[in-house]
């Protein structure tokens, strides 16, 4: 499996518009790993995880081909992680032409107000209407916390995230032949229903949320040490490994600095941070 990571920031992008904080000044004078796209990823160019704003420029810069996606595999409904934007343009009206057909994978909190957001930009289309499916190329698969499903050549867990229980916030494990990857952007924590989930299983790659810095937590995500407690359960549980690549993905300002910065504090507590267009294998 390979998996590309399209955007590593959370909600507000590095640097933020108009921040003029250490952390913001600095990525736009080092750009490279410091500038930072909002959070989405693909894996082996076919399941996209999260409809992201900033989808358009991340498939131009890195040369990805859209039009092979056939899974899209969506996390929450948040602004940053869906562009209701980009899913129109599948109509017919757009003169999008030779669509490959995409599932569409996603909690029925999520698939709801992504309805919702789409009727925003185009109040006549619905996206649980046959016919706009039928238009559009897509198919809707629900899919609750705890529940697996296959689709395609990938069994896909999903996991509450915690994050927002109006919109049933997932985080997923990915599984496609012996290899396991848990993609865990916008994750709260990990409660006992996850853990159980977790317990039979052996990640290979394990992508989590590190929104907050050391000694900063302004609520609804991961910090530092956090992932840190994240990774010393895992370990005691055999979940993960010595082998097991763990990288931090939706960085903010608020207390990370640097990629090089931040990449000193998370090796101590046994991770790596991920940058924008970086690809890992397994």
Known sequence: MEIRILGTAAATSIP?????????????MNKGYDYRLRTHAIIDNELLIDLSPDLCSSANKYSIDLNKVKILLQTH???DHFDAGHLVTRWSEYAT????????????GTLNDMNQWIKQNEPCIDLFAKEWQEDMEYSLIEIKSGETKKVDNYNITAINSNHDERVE???????KGKKCILYGTDLLCLDEYAWKNLSSKVIDVMILDQTYGLGYNNGGHLDVEQIGSIIKNMKNKHIINNNTQIYATHISHEGNGTHDEMRIVANTYGYDI???GMIINI
């Open 274 to 276: 991920a940058y924008d």
């Open 16 to 28: 933020l518009v108009f921040c003029n904080c250490d952390t913001c000044r600095r990525a736009r």
């Open 77 to 79: 409904s948040h602004s």
């Open 97 to 108: 032409r030779n669509l490959r057909h995409l599932d569409i994978i996603a909690s029925k």
């Open 169 to 175: 916030a997932l985080v997923y494990l990915i599984e």
